[in-house]
């Protein structure tokens, strides 16, 4: 069946550092992919989405490429904030097309 | 704003005793989700509805239903909490189903059972 597999977390890293955070994915087809963001105690915002391959997904310097070649779909940003300490979650839709399948989800934690 | 409401933010209840959350959206979504989340894991869809059109997950307990009695809203209703039902509830919305639509989430309940 579908399914994500995100690197495992926490993550920790120092402001304006490079992040990196692997997604990998299991599907039929080219469905489309998705990463959402969740901040502590509140529900799930869509950060950025690839609806085809080779696409390329960006919002708030944060970017991921759709790859078919290796299934991938690997967050970046270039340069951390604070601010961005959450949980991303990367997820695509399930074969009935209805709900999301989400990886386990990465702990992002950026220090000042 | 357009946006996807829950109520209320933190609910607490007895073991046992039934509970209803809510949610409402005012972006006019053909579709609603319910989706469980336990902590440092991910959601897990307990069912959803198309327009009127009910949609159970083959592993969601009886325990669980779901109402909606227009567009706008829907809810959960947890028949008789139990411990292990404690976690945060999303509802979510999209415009339709099919895989490409984006699911819009509200910020969640918590829900504690005691």
């Known amino acids: 069946g579908d399914s994500v597999t995100q690197m495992e977390g926490p993550v920790t890293l120092s402001e304006e550092a490079f992040l990196t955070i692997n997604c990998t994915y299991t599907?039929?087809?080219?469905?489309?992919l998705f990463w959402y963001v969740q901040y502590p105690g509140e529900g799930l915002q869509l950060l950025l989405k690839?609806?085809?391959?080779?696409d390329k997904g960006s919002n708030k310097g944060f970017e991921a490429t759709y790859r078919k070649e290796t299934t991938s779909f690997h967050l970046e940003k270039g340069s951390v904030q604070v601010s961005d300490s959450a949980v991303y979650f990367c997820a695509l839709p399930g074969s009935d097309g209805n709900k999301l399948v989400f990886g386990a989800g990465t702990i992002l934690r950026v220090k000042s | 704003d357009a946006m996807v409401i829950q109520n209320p933010r933190y609910q607490v209840t007895q073991f046992g005793k039934p509970v209803t959350l809510s949610c409402s959206q005012t972006?006019?979504?053909?579709?609603m989700y319910w989706y469980q989340q336990k902590s440092s894991q991910a959601p897990k869809l307990l069912f959803h509805y198309y327009d009127k059109d009910f949609n159970n997950e083959a592993d969601t307990p009886d325990n669980f239903q779901s109402r909606r009695p227009n567009t706008s809203f829907c809810f959960l209703d947890i028949r008789s909490p139990g411990l292990g039902d404690a976690a945060m509830y999303l509802c979510?919305?999209?415009?339709?189903?099919?895989?490409?639509?984006?699911?819009?989430f509200g910020p969640g309940t918590r829900l504690t059972v005691l």
């Open positions: 972006l006019n979504h053909n579709v």
């Open positions: 690839a609806t085809k391959a080779d």
């Open positions: 599907a039929t087809g080219y469905p489309s």
């Open positions: 979510a919305t999209s415009r339709d189903s099919g895989g490409t639509d984006t699911q819009y």
